[in-house]
């Protein structure tokens, strides 16, 4: 499963680099066939490149970041795809779920008043 040159760059530039194996083992765990592993890390690397560009620290990462990712960024994307729009929202929980998994970022707080 080889990834272009800038996806493999954008990643190594990334501060999710240490959650690569992680999260493609989580992947493959999940019955992910090679090429949709390969789709969820293409994803996982834009998102990788957007977060460093930004310079926004991982630790909140969530859904509201996710979001932002791809409605001010993605739908800025030469090429994009609804279809590539809708593997990356997916892709990219995962991802929440493994920071989440090993306590990187905390999960949300819901507050609900009685």
């Not at 019955?31 to 690397?45: I, M, Q, R």
């Not at 630790?59 to 279809?83: D, G, H, K, M």
């Amino acid at each position: 499963m080889k990834l272009s040159r800038q996806s493999t760059a954008w990643l190594l530039d990334s501060p999710l680099f240490a959650y690569i194996e992680t999260y493609k083992h989580y992947c493959i765990q999940d019955t992910c066939t090679s090429e949709t592993v390969k789709g969820h890390l293409y994803c996982f690397a834009h998102f990788a490149h957007w977060l460093t560009q930004s310079n926004l620290d991982i630790r909140y990462i969530n859904e509201a970041t996710v979001y932002t990712f791809i409605n001010n960024y993605l739908s800025n994307c030469n090429n994009i795809s609804q279809p590539f729009v809708s593997e990356t929202h997916f892709a990219l929980l995962r991802l929440i779920d493994i920071l989440h998994s090993k306590t990187l970022i905390k999960q949300d707080v819901i507050e609900t008043s009685i």
